[in-house]
């Protein structure tokens, strides 16, 4: 199993490796969990930031523009991603108040295991010089 992914279940392993296998098509996934994110942008509170950066880091990679990246640590985050914007899970987002609490741990699990790989990138994402439209998914 991927790294990063023993706390995942096999259909969001499986979406990932699509997404792996077909890189433009993460540009829908983004938008769709950018929108999510940002609708719930104040419950989501500190989280905002580390989830811009899976945002930013999947783009990167989608692009070609950032490659020093693993497949196990891409499928992570694509997978969380997923989970992210999936409204059946453990918990229904429709649940106000509680639905994002699993997506929150999810998104931390993820973040907490790849830490290392995240900083290597946002060191990497503040070493170029995108064009001021690249740089948040705002």
Do not use: C
Not at 1 to 12: R, S, V
Not at 85 to 112: E, H, N, Q, R
Request: net charge positive; aromatic share 14%; glycine share 8%.
């Amino acid at each position: 199993m991927a790294k990063g992914f023993a706390g995942f279940g096999k259909k969001y392993k499986q979406e990932a490796e699509t997404y792996y296998d077909h890189p433009h098509k993460t540009d829908s996934l983004l938008k769709r969990a950018f929108g999510k994110a940002d609708k719930n942008r104040k419950s989501l509170g500190f989280s905002w930031q580390k989830l811009q950066l899976l945002f930013e880091l999947v783009r990167a990679w989608a692009k070609g523009d950032y490659k020093n990246v693993s497949k196990g640590t891409i499928l992570a985050v694509i997978g969380a991603i997923i989970y992210f914007v999936s409204p059946v899970d453990i918990i229904p987002d429709f649940l106000l108040g509680f639905g994002l609490i699993d997506d929150a741990a999810v998104l931390a699990f993820t973040w907490k295991r790849l830490s290392k790989d995240l900083e290597e990138f946002s060191a990497w994402k503040n070493t170029i010089d995108l064009p001021q439209t690249e740089k948040p998914l705002s």
